[in-house]
């Protein structure tokens, strides 16, 4: 077993005003893409030897913890997280030796370590659903799933109106062993991905056991896919309604946000507590609103849910302010940190959303204008590492990368990019494996080229380019990480005090240390707050007042 990294404290405890104090209650949390991050065995696609090969630079960048999206045993329909078995790495990955040394690796710089864990679905060549189909009806394995005989005169129609979250039913047809038709399985999200029940035991039994399988070999925690889509409403009723993608994120669905998916929750943290050094849930929750998001870091559940409605908020100063009152405002009953982020491997990256005009989403198919987009998306970073509680960063972002938006169809791996309704199936421009070298035939990726094209001109936004570059974005991180790490105003907390400036702008105080933004595309001048520390763009006090540039964030000390 991997030996654990030390924790600054024993664990978890309550300071002077009663919340809950720990790593995670401020970490800066980077997360890693591994067939994009670094290729160690020159076969095109990253690994998790390449990812043990650049744990230094994460160290030297600041940050406290490095996620991992998936790389377990899986056939890839959708890029992992479709989990054939869940104690196994994939082979394109490595093996369990790599893993374990990656663990320790981290663990010897004082980084941590994140995996993803999906318990929604399994692969459908999971052992347990390969023989659901074997064995056929009455199979006890298929209790484990959703099989459903279908309506209509034959069973020819699904057991109900879901649709998938990646276009088309939810629904699939299986054919029994003697060839004939038979009944249904459900999938939210691609048919190779069969959805979990939930209310069977030897479900809840099996992720209590991969739990501590991973626990036992190190890890610090665990980023939850899908946690709120474990648990389906009795009887799965039908929604009546077309277009449910349209549906998601504004009101409760039969098939997300139950209520039942928090005692799951509850049995998990015994189990995380059971354990030294703090180790951590952190769901990836899509809710109707920040409050229903705060139900899943309850004392007694998970540590941290990620803060999506920030991530679609437009670059506006009102809408910022409205997301961050009401995010502080959901999370400070429950005593968890409210968790900050700007981009994942799920949505446009936000130096190309920044690019275009607002109320396009977050999978956006234009480049837009780089040089806006930039500017918008450095001031967006430095507001997001200033506000209280955690952040997360999208590998590639502190290089300010931009989607790839004109990767060619045949290039793209995306799987609801191949079905005609569902997600935009985009998600490719931001999985591009990232530049680490100004040359060589993939950035310095790796020796084997890479599995997505990378741009011309990539190497220009290169780790090499930038590490020392005056202004560059990744020094811009590094500074920013590194004030946030040592200025007791920034990290942890639970409070913003807004101050009062012209509209458009926003600017908050924290002890010792204030925090300006210009949303607007025109300088404006305000009286200095105090001594610039670090700023998005150059900016220069003029005696009693300042010009704050266009797109800009600025950190002042006071």
């Known amino acids: 077993m991997t030996q654990h990294l030390a924790a600054p404290s024993t664990g978890t405890s309550d300071d002077a005003a009663g919340h809950r104090t720990g790593w ?41 913890a490095v996620w991992l999206s998936p790389f377990y045993a899986s056939p890839q329909a959708d890029a992992g997280y479709d989990v054939a078995d869940y104690r196994a790495i994939d082979p394109m990955f490595g093996s369990l030796l790599d893993a374990d040394a990656l663990i320790r690796d981290a663990h010897g710089l004082g980084l941590r370590i994140i995996v993803d864990l999906v318990p929604n679905h399994s692969s459908d060549q999971h052992e347990w659903f390969k023989r659901a189909l074997a064995e056929g009806p009455g199979s006890a394995l298929r209790d484990r799933y959703h099989f459903r005989p279908g309506k209509g005169t034959s069973g020819e129609l699904p057991p109900n109106d879901w649709e998938s979250i990646f276009g088309g039913p939810a629904w699939t047809r299986t054919t029994d062993p003697d060839g004939t038709p038979g009944e249904w399985y459900l999938h939210l999200f691609a048919p190779e991905q069969p959805d979990f029940n939930w209310e069977h035991p030897a479900v809840a039994d099996e992720f209590r056991s991969i739990l501590r399988f991973w626990l036992d070999m190190g890890v610090d925690g665990f980023r939850v896919d899908v946690a709120h889509g474990l648990v389906k409403a009795e009887g799965l009723p039908d929604l009546g309604t077309h277009d449910q993608l349209k549906l998601l994120g504004n009101d409760v669905m039969p098939f997300f946000d139950q209520d039942g998916v928090h005692e799951i929750y509850r049995s998990w943290r015994t189990i995380l507590d059971e354990y030294p050094g703090d180790r951590i849930a952190v769901a990836e929750a899509w809710t109707p609103t920040v409050e229903r ?69 977050t999978q956006i198919r234009t480049p837009g204008d780089r040089e806006l987009g930039l500017r918008r998306a450095r001031a967006a970073s430095l507001l997001m590492l200033a506000l209280p509680g955690s952040a997360y960063v999208y590998q590639g972002e502190e290089l300010g990368l931009p989607d790839v938006t004109d990767l060619p169809d045949e290039a793209r791996q995306d799987p609801s990019f191949f079905r005609a309704e569902g997600q935009d199936g985009f998600r490719d421009g931001c999985r591009v494996p990232i530049p680490w070298t100004r040359e060589g035939s993939s950035y310095g990726f790796g020796a084997g080229g890479s599995w997505l094209p990378q741009p011309t001109g990539w190497g220009e936004l290169s780790v090499e380019a930038q590490t020392g570059a005056a202004g560059s974005t990744l020094e811009l991180y590094r500074a920013a990480i590194a004030a946030r790490r040592a200025h007791p ?7 913003v005090r807004w101050l009062d400036v012209p509209e458009g702008l926003l600017a908050f105080a924290r002890p010792g240390f204030v925090c300006t933004v210009n949303t607007t595309g025109a300088p404006v001048r305000i009286p200095v ?30």
């Open 24 to 64: 995670w209650q401020d970490a800066v949390i980077y997360q890693v893409y591994p067939r994009s991050f670094a290729d160690g065995d020159g076969d095109g696609m990253g690994d998790l030897a390449g990812v043990r090969g650049r744990l230094p630079y994460l160290k030297d960048l600041g940050v406290d």
């Open 293 to 361: 998001t705060a139900n899943y870091v309850r004392p007694d559940e998970m540590h941290q849910a990620f803060n999506f409605q920030y991530l679609a908020t437009a670059w506006d100063a009102a809408a910022l302010r409205e997301v961050i009152d009401t995010s502080l405002d959901a999370m400070r009953p429950v005593g968890a940190p409210t968790t900050w982020v700007l981009s994942n491997h799920d949505v446009t990256r936000h130096a190309t959303r920044f690019a275009n005009p607002a109320g396009l989403g």
């Open 529 to 558: 707050p105090g001594t610039v520390l670090l700023a998005s763009a150059p900016v220069e006090a003029d005696g009693d007042t300042v010009e704050l540039p266009a797109d800009t964030t600025v950190w002042w000390t006071v």
């Open 489 to 495: 105003g920034l990290g942890a907390g639970a409070e």
